[in-house]
């Protein structure tokens, strides 16, 4: 079974290249797609957050990982499976981000923390609701805590 | 540009129709298709959520939405655009559901509250991370806290 999807929007940023984890204060724009109106955002500015599904257009379909790798090629790092990582180089190439929602004006929307690069494909867009998000304490290994230390907007703002 | 999928695991529960709301207590199984072994999970399980991006194959194609309605059809809201609700009738036809992880065994997942049906084909599965749930305060519209106030568990347990 194949699943096709058409992109519905495409990331504007100044980003060609990945570097540095500073992602959470990064603006970027979202332009909707052909035959997609205005209308399909009409109320995501009640929202203070949306979810973006993105293929990460960039990775070579050769290059994705079905096994165990260590995050980041990062030797301090358990080996853990690509599907307990939220790596680019995984199956299907889908990146899923949640963003601050800065403006909407017309078939263009701007966002704030989202890690990808210009001219990235955009698959889909979802409002954040409350109670969509983790019920109960959240766990997770240390290696994670450790990957994701610079990822915030703390450092980048100060 | 067309992009193509191919689905990653199957769902396995007891839902062959959308019934209800009480999603987040229900427990599902997610196996694990060829190529991918267990592998794929392996470390999984040192977190205490997942988000599982799966592909709603009982919409068709032709019932997909690309304007604006009023979320479950409700008269008493407001209408709004597809994308900013999480309705299934939406272009790409993808769902993204953060679960539990009750279990892993093998290639088999067992998660809870995930609000897909038996037979859905997984495209994704990424741990949760605190780092990347909404920054800031959370806002969203009265319709909204409205259509989700039975998706949440409490009800369905006591």
């Given at each position: 079974?194949?699943?096709?999807?058409?992109?519905?929007?495409?990331?504007?940023?100044?980003?060609?290249?990945?570097?540095?984890?500073?992602?959470?204060?990064?603006?970027?724009?979202i332009?909707?797609?052909?035959?997609?109106?205005?209308?399909a955002?009409?109320?995501?500015?009640?929202?203070?957050?949306?979810?973006?599904?993105?293929?990460?257009?960039?990775?070579?379909?050769?290059?994705?990982e079905?096994?165990?790798?260590?995050?980041?090629?990062?030797?301090?790092?358990?080996?853990?499976?690509?599907?307990?990582?939220?790596?680019?180089?995984?199956?299907?190439?889908?990146?899923?981000?949640?963003?601050?929602?800065?403006?909407?004006?017309?078939?263009?929307?701007?966002?704030?923390?989202?890690?990808?690069?210009?001219?990235?494909?955009?698959?889909?867009?979802?409002?954040?609701?409350?109670?969509?998000?983790?019920?109960?304490?959240?766990?997770?290994?240390?290696?994670?805590?450790?990957?994701?230390?610079?990822?915030?907007?703390?450092?980048?703002?100060?």
């Amino acid at each position: 079974m194949m699943i096709s999807l058409s992109p519905i929007g495409t990331v504007k940023n100044n980003l060609q290249v990945i570097e540095g984890d500073n992602w959470d204060s990064r603006i970027s724009v979202i332009e909707l797609l052909d035959p997609l109106t205005d209308e399909a955002l009409h109320g995501l500015e009640d929202f203070s957050h949306a979810e973006v599904i993105f293929f990460f257009d960039r990775v070579d379909e050769n290059s994705v990982e079905t096994g165990v790798r260590q995050p980041r090629n990062n030797p301090n790092w358990p080996r853990v499976g690509i599907l307990a990582q939220r790596g680019k180089n995984r199956p299907n190439r889908l990146g899923a981000t949640i963003v601050r929602i800065i403006r909407l004006s017309g078939r263009t929307l701007t966002v704030q923390g989202l890690d990808a690069l210009d001219g990235t494909p955009v698959i889909d867009i979802k409002p954040v609701m409350r109670e969509f998000l983790p019920r109960g304490e959240i766990r997770q290994p240390a290696w994670a805590s450790e990957l994701m230390k610079d990822y915030r907007v703390d450092k980048d703002i100060k």
